[in-house]
């Protein structure tokens, strides 16, 4: 674990103008005048960023590596279908937290910053700090992934039988309103429109979940007739 965090983070720091890069591309240049890259006010701020970009680097990397330890720690006090299921089941979670933090990329972020950057177009320029930029994306990124987890969760609570599947069923009618009261905590704007383009995945999430959650649900035995 690390060797794993050691080697993203060394990767991390030598590239990284080059993920600096990817990261900005949703600004679309509209960061500062200056290249369109965003600035830094004190003499450390640079590097700081820079170590903490490295730092997130390595926890990607290591992640999966401390997941698959976890699971081999834990392995020999499973049965043998829980063993089966998680390895069927960490894949998911990963894939469902990937899809959601390229939809916050590829989706999210090109729409709210360029909103953003462009509301006070005529009156005023863009300096735009590049730890503020950094802390914004960051958790845009890592929230809506965390979001697109719950299918998967929904599924395991029902699965493990913490929670009936008619329990979410039942609270269906509150997910409009609480999609959009999430979004508008997870979005960089309170217009609408980014608003919806968190709302709606969220609500298509939660149907996903409530699919899942049916499957899940425990079997009623049939009556024996005698």
């Known amino acids: 674990m690390f060797v794993t965090f050691g080697v993203g983070a060394s990767v991390t720091w030598y590239y990284h103008e080059m993920v600096f890069g990817w990261l900005f591309a949703p600004a679309k240049g509209g960061l500062s005048p200056y290249g369109g890259l965003p600035i830094f006010t004190g003499p450390t701020e640079m590097i700081g960023a820079t170590i903490h ?7 990607v990397m290591s992640l999966p590596v ?27 979670v990963f894939m469902c937290f990937l899809g959601g933090a390229a939809f916050a990329y590829f989706v999210m972020l090109p729409v709210g910053v360029v909103f953003l950057l462009r509301f006070g177009e005529g ?30 969760v929904m599924f395991l609570l029902t699965k493990l039988r913490l929670v009936r599947y008619e329990k979410f069923k039942r ?53 024996r007739h005698v």
């Open 53 to 59: 970009l490295s730092m997130m680097g390595g926890l």
């Open 123 to 152: 009156v005023a320029v863009p300096l735009i700090d590049i730890t503020e930029y950094m802390s914004l994306v960051t958790a845009l990124v890592f929230w809506l992934g965390v979001v697109f987890e719950l299918p998967p």
């Open 171 to 223: 609270i269906r009618r509150y997910v409009p309103a609480s999609a959009f009261i999430l979004s508008a905590l997870l979005t960089p704007t309170f217009d609408i429109v980014n608003q919806t383009l968190v709302a709606v995945p969220i609500i298509a999430l939660y149907e996903v979940g409530l699919f899942l959650s049916w499957l899940a649900r425990p079997k009623q035995r049939k009556p």
């Open 66 to 92: 401390v997941t698959i330890s976890v699971y081999q720690l834990l392995r020999p006090l499973l049965t043998p279908p829980l063993r089966r299921f998680a390895v069927i089941f960490l894949p998911v």
